[in-house]
């Protein structure tokens, strides 16, 4: 296998996704991990995690075409995406992405381009929770 996409509800291990992608014709490993970061609100409020709501089915079948996508443009070897579903509290991952291809400079670029795609256009979405109890749906910019 040298796809490994799929949705967790507990957390993510970072050092299982790069040991997923590790290849000995691997020059270049990335691996990028999202997580849910301290933040105060400007009225105040102080965030205590991140809720991820997904359409499974669907969120597994873009990830899987913009895999697809990712290895139509570089020569990436093996990919790793996982992302969470649930409750993430701060300093939590939320995604993990790991690439690797014979050179960094494609795996950097495969790695950056498959967070962006995520973010932009799977069905994931993710809630604010604040300290207070209130939450708030989070739009990507």
């Known amino acids: 296998m040298t796809d490994w996409i799929e949705l967790f509800s507990s957390p993510l291990s970072v050092a299982d996704a790069d040991r997923f992608v590790a290849d ?10 999202g997580t849910t970061r301290a933040e105060t609100h400007a009225d105040g409020r102080v965030l205590v995690a991140l809720d991820y709501e997904a359409y499974a089915d669907m969120a597994v079948k873009q990830l899987t075409e913009l895999a697809a996508a990712a290895r139509g443009r570089w020569p990436i070897l093996k990919l790793a995406i996982l992302h969470r579903t649930g409750r993430v509290d701060v300093g939590q991952p939320s995604v993990v992405i790991a690439v690797s291809s014979p050179h960094r400079k494609e795996a950097f670029e ?24 209130e939450s708030t749906w989070v739009e990507e910019k």
Do not use: S, Y
């Open 24 to 33: 000995d014709n691997a020059g270049g490993i990335c691996v990028f991990a």
């Open 110 to 133: 495969a790695c950056r381009f498959l967070i962006d795609e995520l973010k932009r256009d799977v069905a994931i979405w993710k809630k604010e929770v604040w300290q207070t109890g």
